[in-house]
Structure formats: C-alpha cells, structure tokens
C-alpha cells in the first residue's frame, strides 16, 4: 500500500519562505508522477505544482509560478515543494499526491494516491 506523509508546514511572515515535504513508501517514487494541491477553508482543493517521473519536466499553478519550486529525490522517496515570497493567500492546508498517470495531470481526480496535509499559515 502505497502511503504519502508530508511534515514541514507551520507559521510564516508575508514575504517569508517555507519548505514542505512529502515522504512516500510502499512503492518506489520514481513509479509515480508527483504533484502538490492546497485547499482553503471554504475553498476547493486548488493545483500547486507538479512533477513528472524523472524530475525533468516541472509545471506550475498560474498564482505560485515563479514563487514556488516543487523537486524531487527518487533516491530518498521524497518530493520537496519550496515557497518563497509567500502571501497570505498561499495559506491552506498542502496535500502530495501520487499518479501514473503521465500526461501532466492538474485536477485531483487524477491522482491516485494523497497524504494526510500538512498546514501553512501565512501571516499579513
């Protein structure tokens, strides 16, 4: 059984930095394609970024281009999401999330597999 756990979520200044992580087990990253969602209270679970198998090919929701940097380490079974100049709207709770499927997939129901979230506040 395939198993995300993300840590790294907490409390940052508006214009501050966050880093946030994903550690998956029960299957070896590199099967799966990765990306990172957030959803606001009251809100729907919003794209963040994503990325393909081999690292390679990077791709980003329209608010977080240029802010955020989503990578990955197939030898530590981690993906790594890295936030930089961050507002008070990135605040939410971040999900990882694994796929097969190959196509550079943005919407949830693409993704087969999801972590438990983790919470990032930022504060204005």
């Known amino acids: 059984q395939v198993q995300l756990v993300e840590a790294g979520g907490g409390l940052v200044q508006a214009g501050g930095s966050l880093s946030v992580s994903c550690v998956v087990s029960?299957?070896?990253?590199?099967?799966?394609?990765m990306g990172w969602f957030r959803q606001a209270p009251g809100k729907e679970r919003e794209f963040v970024a994503g990325?393909?198998?081999?690292?390679?090919?990077?791709y980003y929701g329209d608010s977080v281009k240029g802010r955020f940097t989503i990578s990955r380490d197939n030898t530590k079974n981690t993906v790594y999401l890295q936030m930089t100049s961050l507002k008070s709207e990135d605040t939410g709770v971040y999900y990882c999330?694994?796929?097969?499927?190959?196509?550079?997939?943005?919407?949830?129901?693409?993704?087969?597999?999801w972590g438990q979230g983790t919470q990032v506040t930022v504060s204005s």
């Open positions: 999330a694994a796929t097969t499927a190959t196509t550079r997939p943005r919407q949830a129901r693409e993704y087969d597999y």
């Open positions: 990325v393909t198998r081999s690292g390679i090919t990077t």
């Open positions: 029960g299957r070896t990253l590199s099967h799966y394609a």
